[in-house]
């Protein structure tokens, strides 16, 4: 698109104003408040702006409306396009309308034909008009920021150089490759393709589905799965069903059994019962009708028993005292046998003793005080005599002339010795006395007194013969023979005596006198043993009738209770025969037991368990039935067959869903192998860039760049962000952004850059500089341009 | 003479068909009635002496019994000997008796020759002389592992002068659709061991044999008798058959249905495949006809109001429509040639989708992202 003219009548406080735009430069300049502004938003709202607008778009447009009160404004601009040269009139409030025309061309005026055609002839969105190929005034500066700012609506550059590197106008891969991410996305959210099935759906199965972020296949996939489910619930069911249909069909079975023989016996359970009774009534009859009849007859047998007991009874204690008596004598002649034997010998014994102790006191016994005292001085004599036999003195005596001496030596009286001049020798016990001349010499034995020991031994000496005078014996020995004889003499009385005593016992000899006595008195009996066993013969036969006598009364006591007499017995026999006689005709009468049952009482049991197992079966049947009801309920309308059809339906919605994600992948994978490589365009971009700009600032600069944007400027040695260069340096680098994405923008469809002072921040150099740019940009795309600036006209035309 | 049977199965009256509009429900229900009726009427015509419904004459044991005593009212309408009525698995009968089998007999209560053979005992009827015997084989369960039939093979009362028919519902290896096997599956084998001549069977739905008429077979598979769904393709089938002590002698197949469930996959490219639809649709009555399309492929946007016109007409003209479409825009050179830049990206990439068989539509996806992201 090529503009040709511009009419604004009216629009701002233009009321008729037309500018030719024709030239590829077209430059409007003048001062200030000449409407430059109101141009550029004139032909602006000519291309993008409908007229059909709410009251709030319309408040929007009413600046525009001239003053004062203007209700409308209208503009029309001449382009070229397609080959045809096109009018566009749009009049926005009174009397709004839109209107595009061209020579050969119907004429169009829906407004939302008329925006499509100007789309289409434009070849550029409303945003890249506004935002990179219109620079407002002073805006030169935000390029970068606006940029950034409305990145969304912008057409990204990397892939419009991508695009335009093949063909103009093209489709934008950047934004192609978001929106087939997004689509792949809502696909596939949590889906595991490879596995087809939802992710972590060994963790989270069914029981805890993903419920964010659920992308379509899955969706899909639970919906299918959902209705499976439900089928197999519904199978599940059916199958629930059947189980409780076989416990009521068992059930029915087993009461089947129960109500046939509840059927089959029932009636008959009162007569079997009434039977079994009968039969244990004659059974307990029959036994006590045969015990009436046995009392019946034993009791005066019993009677006569008793009767003739009682008179046996003395005769038979007499024969058993008499029997006692004869055992007791024949026993005690038996016993004592050896008795008058014994008795011999004890009288015997008696006289023995009676003589010894006779001849015991003709015999005098020496008093023991005498014989100790006799036995005593007999050991002190022999002991004293020994002393003074130990003391033995050895004695000489010499004379010059013979003499006679008295020599008394021990105990020795004194003895007149003559002695020769040889001397004279001798020895003496103790003591040894000489006399001669007058002169007594008295030799003794140094350590006893002899004297002493001869007094001792005289005085016993004398004791002695003194008390063995009152004996009248000389010697000790005979003294000591009269104790002896005097001693055995007393041994032979303790003998007798001894032998005696042991005859008597325990009895005195009266004792054995009278026993004696009695002895030959006893009455004469048979031998003992026959009498013994004529005894026990006797006790037998007693004792057997008394027991049975005693039987026979307590038997007759107990049918005295029982009976109370003979007479009342045979009518309580008569009575209870009678009793069994009817019990028998009534048994004849009931049915019998039937075959395979034991008794009646089995029978009516086995009736009251099947009654039991058919009430408690019904409690189950209940329980069952209610379960299957429910169970029944629970499925309701629900077919099996009909969720089959559905989960068939729901199964292609999923394939179909897997398929077309696999397709975008496809599309995806696609996209990349074709715009693989083709990175290297916005190398150029750059290079276009650098080249405007260090044209303008008059240095080599090298730019990096962050996505579309420059994110550094490097200078020689120093590299800066662009917000760091100077407010000129900023404005050469804006402006070599506008046209090298202008250039990048229109390289195919054509069209028009509006530059409204761009360079008002520049200086005179860098002026020239950037108007020689924008001068050579207008060769190849038309540039409307708009200034105050005399200098910046002047250079653009030069 | 021969013994002449009318076998049937499968009838499943009471089936509510809730996923159909409320009108279409109640025609569709009005027809298991109206089918039967039609066979019963086929048997008076034959004079069959015996009408025998080898099971799932009911959809369930949970049939109203307004429906109940409306069945029985049209099986009064036979005139022949007996209708004998085996539960089969949808309807089974748990034990000699059951609740529902219970109002259905009190149903017949003055009906004499309706007879439901729910245990498994030897039936027998004296025709002009001849001796016939019945083999019931009752389901007692909706599903069930084994076969009702063992019976059959044990039971000592078969008489070798008698017609000798068995009576079995559940799937028959080699015979059945049914691959579940939990419905009671018989052994073909084995109930050619069994000692009877003839078995009327029932459960698949799908008739057997395959041919409407003949004079040998063992076997017979009424088919449901007027179709409930689209997985029906016949017309509704029941047979008509001629006995022997040795066999059937003759048999012809009976189609008392009249509505038909049609299901048409179609896969559309252009005008003629759906001339070729409204074609394939104008071979069945609309107002007996139940349609399913499951439409599928690539069509142009002339071609695609052409589709929107003519599912319109067919829902107007037949009993009910349903439409399964995964249709997309047709997309071939002469569109990309029209739409995009040659040497474009987006020629490019459609171009290069557009034969990819493996994702037929890819080209067309692409395209719609393609428009919607340059319309933005």
Known sequence: MRLKTVSLHPFGRFLDETRDLSAPLAIIAGPNEVGKTTLRQAIFHALFTPTKLTPGKLRDMQPWFPLPGGDHAAVTLTFESQGKEWTLRKIWGSGASTRLSAVGAVPLSDASVVAGKLAEMLGQSEATYNYVLTTAHTELEQTITQLKENKEDLRDVRDLLRATSGTAGDVDVQKLLDALSKRIEVCFSRWDNQRELPEKHEVRGFDDPWKQKVGEILDAWYQWQYVRIERDEIVELERKIDTQTAILTMLDAKDSKDRSLIATYGVQRSPLLERQALEEKNARLDPKVAELKRVSEAWPGSQATIEKWKTDKPRLDQRTRQLEDEKTYAWKRETQASLPTNYQNLVRAKGEYENAVEVLGKLACPDPAVMKEIDNLAINIVRWEAQISAQSLAWQVAVSEPKTLSIAGGMDPATLLTVSSDGARGSAAGRIELQADGITFVVTSGDQDFDTLRGQLLRGKDRLRELLATLGVETVDSAKQLVNVHTDAQSVVKTAEAKFKGQLGARTFAEWEQEIKDFHELPPTREYAIVEADFMVHTKSVDGQEEDVQNQSQRLKEWQEQYVSLDQLAVTLAKTQEDLDRSQQKLRETPPLPPGFDSATQLSEMLDDAQNRLDANGGKRGVAEEERNRLQREIGDRRSEDLAERAEILERTFRRSLTKGRSLRRIQEVLRQLTAGSDHVMSDFVARIESIFSQVTHAEAKLQFEGSLPAHVRRGDLTVTPKQLSQGASGALALAMRLALAETHLQETGGFIILDDPLVHFDSHRAAEACAIIRDFSQRHQVIFLTCHEDHAAYLQA | ?376
């Open chain 2, 1 to 376: 003479m021969s013994i002449r049977i009318v076998h049937t199965a499968d009838n499943h009256i009471g089936i509510k068909y809730l996923k159909y509009p409320e009108n279409i429900r109640k025609t569709l229900v009005s027809e298991r009635f109206d089918a039967l009726e039609r066979l019963v009427k086929m048997a008076n015509d034959k004079l069959a002496h015996f009408f025998v419904v080898a099971g799932d004459l009911f959809d369930s044991t949970q049939v109203r019994v307004g429906d109940i005593e409306k069945t029985v009212a049209l099986l009064k309408g036979f005139s022949g000997e007996a209708v004998l009525i085996v539960p089969g698995n949808h309807d089974y009968c748990s034990g000699p008796d059951s609740d529902f089998w219970r109002r259905f007999r009190q149903a017949c209560e003055s009906v004499d020759n309706i007879h439901v053979l729910s245990t498994s005992q030897v039936r027998e009827f004296e025709i002009d002389g001849r001796l016939v015997q019945f083999f019931p084989c009752p389901c007692p369960s909706k599903t069930g592992s084994d076969p009702t039939t063992a019976w059959v093979a044990t039971c000592d009362q078969r008489n070798s002068d008698a017609v000798k028919i068995g009576i079995a519902h559940g799937n028959v290896t080699g015979l059945g659709l049914d691959a579940a096997d939990q419905y009671f599956t018989m052994d073909r084998a084995a109930l050619e061991k069994s000692g009877l001549t003839t078995w009327l069977l029932g459960h698949i739905h799908v008739p057997f044999p395959p041919t409407e008429s003949g004079n040998q077979s063992t076997f017979f598979m009424a088919g449901i008798h007027t179709p409930d769904s689209v997985r029906v393709r016949h017309q509704g089938s029941a047979w008509y058959l001629e006995c022997e002590p040795h066999g059937v002698v003759a048999y012809q197949q009976l189609k008392p249905g009249r509505i038909r469930f049609i299901r048409l996959v179609l896969d559309l490219a252009n005008a003629e495949d759906i001339d070729r639809l409204l074609q394939e649709c104008r071979a069945f009555t609309p107002a007996e006809t139940v349609l399913d399309l499951q439409l599928s492929g690539q069509l142009g946007k002339e071609d695609q109001k052409k589709l929107r016109a003519a599912t319109n007409t067919l829902s107007d003209q037949y009993l009910h429509l349903s439409v399964e479409q995964d249709l997309r825009d047709r997309i071939d050179a002469g569109v990309i040639a029209a739409t995009y830049r040659s040497g474009s990206l987006a020629e490019r990439l459609i171009t290069a989708l557009v034969d990819d068989r493996d994702f037929p539509d890819a080209a067309t996806l692409a395209h719609e992202i393609i428009q919607e992201v340059s319309q933005r």
